[in-house]
């Protein structure tokens, strides 16, 4: 699996600008997550994007896992995952309980991640200034329109995988529909586990988060 990431990475790096200085992923454009959706002539179709993208978590033994188009499906996608971990990692439980997040349902506990999400990015950090334009004044406040539901501002977008990484201190692997950067990888400063979580993205429109689940074999 690090063989895997390791791969991802040197992709990413290659595809997006984005290098590694001082432990953190820092983004020299804007908008990694958005990058096909701004020339809809030169995008695939809905179709092609699904087809993609089902290909490439194939690869890693994935579905989709869908979760509703609600504005909160990046932190519910997200959620989902990490709550089946803390099943069978006790070191995620812990965390988990620690965040206050495991006593919570799916409504909850994505709600709570979204509160932690603007605690963390609107702290003294310079990792989350790479991944967005304007003054720190201007990025505290476009993350204090994430504290409610359903708002999710693309100008910040790209930083959520990256923060909520941090948060709970698990790697996350966003694979994509997009066949220039098919998955993208999200490494915490300080990790309590090495397998990452799987998040599905869906390039095409406004874009969508799915989570992503493994694919069992019957007899």
Do not use: W
């Amino acid at each position: 699996m690090r063989q895997v990431l390791q791969s991802a990475t040197v992709l990413l790096q290659s595809a997006t600008g984005i290098t590694k200085c001082d432990d953190y992923y820092k983004v020299r454009q804007n908008n990694v997550l958005c990058i096909e959706d701004n020339n809809d002539e030169l995008d695939p179709t809905i179709n092609s994007h699904m087809m993609n993208l089902e290909r490439q978590l194939a690869g890693f033994g994935l579905k989709i896992d869908p979760i509703k188009r609600d504005g909160d499906c990046a932190f519910r996608s997200v959620i989902k995952e990490i709550t089946k971990r803390a099943t069978v990692n006790n070191d995620i439980k812990k965390h988990m309980e620690s965040l206050q997040l495991s006593t919570l349902d799916e409504d909850g506990a994505t709600f709570a991640l979204r509160q932690l999400f603007v605690k963390e990015i609107t702290e003294e950090n310079c990792s989350y200034e790479n991944f967005v334009t304007g003054t720190k004044e201007e990025l505290a406040s476009k993350a204090n329109e994430f504290r409610e539901s359903g708002v999710f501002d693309r100008d910040i977008g790209d930083v959520v995988m990256k923060a909520c990484s941090n948060i709970l201190r698990m790697p996350i692997m966003l694979i994509t529909s997009s066949q220039s950067v098919p998955y993208i990888p999200f490494f915490p400063d300080d990790p309590i586990s090495n397998d990452p979580v799987y998040v599905a993205y869906h390039y095409y429109g406004a874009g969508h988060y799915d989570a992503a689940s493994t694919v069992t074999t019957g007899k």
